[in-house]
């Protein structure tokens, strides 16, 4: 794998703390939802830092991307080196440094036929966008269950999105768990994610589904966890820690 000079092309705001960013890559080879890429950047004296961001982009052609383009969606984290300046201070047009796609474990197929959970905290939610819209692009049908953990409603990253997704991409169901603060007149009180909610909003070990957990190592191992005392065969749970890369 080489470095590749991308040309940001986009960027949206996803919450207070994230954006999308596109990244045209002019030699990509196509991903798997459920990589990443690591992005390099230089300063004018020569400092090079580089951090790991998932694919949040289809794994299939997409309308509206051209082949060469690519998502990551990055979520600011106070005093880091390289996502405050993703976040804050790069603008379209933008040339930065990426190399990938990199990973091949944490990542969904889409002629792949069993149930699949996706269990994300916070920017986790990114590699299981891919998976989700991966689902949609490939005109696959089977059933998604998403259960979202985020801070508040502040921190929810691709909400609209979601929303719209549940209304139109038939087979998905989305469950959000605020753990701090609910929007008013939330159906649940503010809490972590737990066995009773996984059981309710999951899929039961009985169906042998295909897990993906995402998030910060705390997240993925008490969720991991869960998943293995509800009876889940920890073969078919597959894990990706976004800890510091540095
Ligand atoms: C495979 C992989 C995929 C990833 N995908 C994404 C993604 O899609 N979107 C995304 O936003 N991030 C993702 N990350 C995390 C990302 O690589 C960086 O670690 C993150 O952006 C922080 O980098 P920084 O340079 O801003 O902070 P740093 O300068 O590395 O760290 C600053 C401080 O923050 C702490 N810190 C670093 N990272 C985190 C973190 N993730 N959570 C809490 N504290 C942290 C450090 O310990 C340090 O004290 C991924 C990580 C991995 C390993």
Known sequence: MTWQVATVKDIREESVAARS????????????????????????????????????????????????????????IPRGEVSPWLCDVAQVGDQIEVRGPVGGYF????????????????????PLMAMIRTRREAGSRVPFRLVYSVRDPDTLIYGDELNRRVRDDQGLDVTIVYTRQTPPGWRRPAGRLTGDLLTEAGWPASMSPASFVCGPTGFVEATANLLV???HDAAWIRTERFGPTS
């Open 21 to 76: 960013l596109v990244l045209d890559v002019p030699e990509w080879p196509g991903h798997f939802a459920g990589q990443h890429v690591d992005v390099r950047l230089t300063a004018p004296d020569g400092y090079a830092a580089q951090r790991s961001y998932s694919l949040a982009s289809a794994a299939v052609a997409a309308a509206g991307y051209a082949a060469s383009e690519v998502e990551i969606m990055v979520q600011r």
């Open 229 to 231: 005392a509800a009876g």
């Open 107 to 126: 990542v969904w197929d889409p002629s792949r036929t069993e149930p699949v959970l996706l269990l994300a905290g916070g920017s986790g939610v990114a």
